[in-house]
């Protein structure tokens, strides 16, 4: 799993793209009607926070067996753990309830939810062409007694990448 931090990128890309929504909702539709965009600014944020919650929830469901023995681990957000399938059926439901007879307000939302799934699927894209044509790079794998890391300088003149990280995490 590819990560920034505590968060994996899969879940980093989808908070950008839910930022570049919100983004949307609040600012560029404001010159039409600015009520309207408050409204579907807030639609989306619940329809965002909704899906997230669903599209955990669904993986937890269909990977119970994984989360059985270590319940504690289902709030562990930043593993990646998304059924995006789950997440994009309960946040169009909830938008279809939360805009139900407000025509202007429905249009924006979904506008708005539109483009962020648009940047989200453009930022997952990107990502994975990069992660495939990116070069391959040697492991060398040691031990803390017998450690099978050359040295830095035998790497003069060429990229290394040096990967550090806890006993108790896999590399």
Known sequence: MNSLGPLSIDVLTLMLSAT???????????????????????????????????????????????????????????????????GMLVGALLAAGLARGEVGVRRKALVDLAFGGAAWLAMSFSLDWMSRTAPRVEAVHGSPLVPAVPALSAAVGRPAVVNLWAVWCQP
Do not use: C
Not at 75 to 83: A, H
């Open 20 to 86: 570049a929504a919100w983004w949307v909702a609040r600012r560029w539709r404001r010159r039409q009607n600015p009520e309207e965009a408050k409204r579907a600014a807030r639609i989306v944020v619940d329809v965002i926070g909704a899906g997230l919650l669903a599209a955990r929830l669904g993986f937890v469901v269909q990977n119970w067996q994984d989360y059985a023995s270590h319940p504690w681990s289902i709030v562990t957000l930043g593993d990646g753990g998304y059924s995006w399938i789950s």
